[in-house]
Nanobody
Framework: QVQLVESGGGLVQTGASLRLSCAASGGTFSMYTMGWFRQAPGKEREVVAA????????YYADSVKGRFTISRDNAKNTVYLQLNSLKPEDTAVYYC???????????????????WGQGTQVTVSS
């Protein structure tokens, strides 16, 4: 059983940056593909970024390419999401999630993630 705890959210202005962290415990972190998802009010949860368990392959939603960066530190059992050039449409609750192993094809698939954190709110004011 993997426990995930997100941190780093907050209220920022358009154009600002934030760094989200997700600390994992209770499992072998290096065997999990890790993903960041977000859910805005009235909308479905959507994938933002993912990083494969090998660490060398990443996935980004088109809406965040060039602005967000996902990374992981297996020694610290932590995955990060650097959010730059934030826009009001980035406002959402951000969740991290873990998928055992995972393939390139399954990286963006919400239903393949078995463990979820409680989420951290990111609010971008215009």
């Amino acid at each position: 059983q993997v426990q995930l705890v997100e941190s780093g959210g907050g209220l920022v202005q358009t154009g600002a940056s934030l760094r989200l962290s997700c600390a994992a415990s209770g499992g072998t972190f290096s065997m999990y593909t890790m993903g960041w998802f977000r859910q805005a009010p009235g909308k479905e949860r959507e994938v933002v970024a993912a990083i494969r368990w090998t660490g060398g392959i990443t996935y980004y939603a088109d809406s965040v390419k060039g602005r967000f960066t996902i990374s992981r530190d297996n020694a610290k059992n932590t995955v990060y999401l650097q959010l730059n050039s934030l826009k009001p449409e980035d406002t959402a609750v951000y969740y991290c999630a873990a998928q055992p192993w995972g393939t390139i094809a399954t990286m963006p698939l919400l239903l393949r993630y078995e463990y979820w954190g409680q989420g951290t709110q990111v609010t971008v004011s215009s």
